[in-house]
């Protein structure tokens, strides 16, 4: 995903958001429908594509560390993902051991740099400053309870990530309600954005994008109409517009060869 990804005004967006949280040391909801982008944009914050399979591994060290450790520096952030029906002490299990990795990775970056020397002592967890629950929607009752405890006992911020309504189901839950510092709505593309990441898509199959140009132009609005500035939608639908163009030896991306691909798709998001 990283070396693919598009940067947006939504994902700059959620940065200032994340940024937000983080700094005020409060808990934060992100919430828009299936497909715009949230998690995407959550693991791009975090770096999580490239620290995620690192801090899984937990092996031998090697000559990566260095590399990993300086992310993690950077990054201070875990995004995790909890099981559907979570039970809530392997849920905080699991997120204990994913900030413990993080942490230790980022106090060994700090004494590589002479930050700090001596004795590892205390608690590196310490250095984690963000926690990014994607799926909130499946987090009990009992969960979120201990969330907020752990927010509340250690200063933690915590992003929840959810689809539209998420917000409203929180209020049922007054002691979190009551620590909401923001509310952030991850919106799909605007008609100028959907221009911007097409023109991309048609940059990596070999094409040039002129909007002016009618064939072009009725291609555009097939895309539009569509995917309604979905970006998984968009992700997908680009595959099939390439294999429709090399089975039909096609050059032109047209409106034709829009449905063509989307007729292989089930359109859901």
């Given at each position: 995903?990283?070396?693919?990804?598009?940067?947006t005004k939504?994902?700059?967006?959620?940065i200032?958001?994340a940024?937000?949280?983080r700094?005020?040391h409060?808990i934060g909801?992100?919430?828009g429908?299936?497909?715009?982008?949230?998690?995407n944009s959550?693991r791009r914050?975090?770096?999580?594509?490239?620290l995620?399979p690192?801090?899984?591994?937990?092996?031998?060290?090697?000559d990566?560390?260095?590399?990993?450790n300086?992310l993690?520096?950077?990054?201070?952030?875990?995004?995790?993902?909890?099981?559907?029906?979570p039970?809530?002490?392997?849920?905080?299990?699991?997120?204990?051991?994913?900030i413990?990795r993080?942490?230790?990775?980022?106090d060994?970056h700090q004494?590589?740099?002479?930050?700090?020397?001596?004795t590892?002592?205390?608690?590196?967890?310490?250095w984690?400053?963000?926690l990014?629950?994607?799926?909130a929607?499946r987090?009990t009752?009992?969960?979120l309870?201990?969330?907020?405890?752990?927010?509340?006992r250690?200063?933690?911020?915590?992003?929840?990530?959810g689809?539209?309504?998420?917000?409203?189901?929180?209020?049922?839950y007054?002691?979190?309600y009551?620590?909401?510092?923001?509310?952030?709505r991850?919106?799909?593309?605007?008609r100028d954005?959907?221009l911007?990441v097409?023109?991309?898509?048609?940059k990596?199959?070999g094409?040039?994008?002129?909007?002016?140009?009618?064939t072009?132009?009725?291609?555009?609005?097939a895309i539009?109409?569509?995917t309604r500035?979905?970006f998984?939608?968009l992700?997908?639908l680009?595959?099939?517009?390439?294999?429709?163009?090399?089975?039909?030896?096609l050059e032109?991306?047209?409106?034709?060869?829009?449905?063509?691909a989307?007729s292989?798709?089930?359109?859901?998001?």
């Amino acid at each position: 995903m990283s070396q693919n990804f598009i940067v947006t005004k939504e994902h700059r967006r959620f940065i200032e958001f994340a940024n937000a949280v983080r700094a005020d040391h409060t808990i934060g909801i992100c919430h828009g429908d299936a497909g715009v982008g949230k998690t995407n944009s959550a693991r791009r914050y975090a770096h999580w594509d490239t620290l995620e399979p690192y801090l899984q591994a937990w092996g031998p060290r090697s000559d990566d560390d260095a590399k990993h450790n300086m992310l993690a520096n950077r990054a201070r952030t875990v995004v995790y993902t909890p099981e559907v029906l979570p039970r809530h002490r392997e849920l905080l299990r699991d997120m204990d051991r994913w900030i413990s990795r993080l942490g230790n990775c980022v106090d060994e970056h700090q004494r590589t740099i002479g930050k700090i020397t001596g004795t590892r002592v205390g608690d590196t967890t310490r250095w984690v400053e963000l926690l990014i629950v994607d799926e909130a929607e499946r987090l009990t009752p009992t969960s979120l309870e201990l969330l907020r405890d752990r927010h509340d006992r250690t200063q933690l911020a915590i992003i929840l990530i959810g689809m539209p309504g998420i917000d409203q189901r929180f209020r049922h839950y007054p002691q979190l309600y009551s620590r909401l510092g923001f509310s952030h709505r991850y919106r799909a593309l605007g008609r100028d954005e959907l221009l911007f990441v097409l023109a991309r898509h048609w940059k990596r199959l070999g094409r040039t994008l002129n909007p002016e140009d009618f064939t072009d132009a009725q291609a555009v609005a097939a895309i539009e109409r569509i995917t309604r500035g979905n970006f998984r939608l968009l992700e997908r639908l680009f595959p099939q517009i390439n294999r429709v163009l090399k089975i039909n030896q096609l050059e032109t991306i047209t409106d034709d060869v829009v449905e063509a691909a989307a007729s292989t798709l089930v359109i859901g998001t």
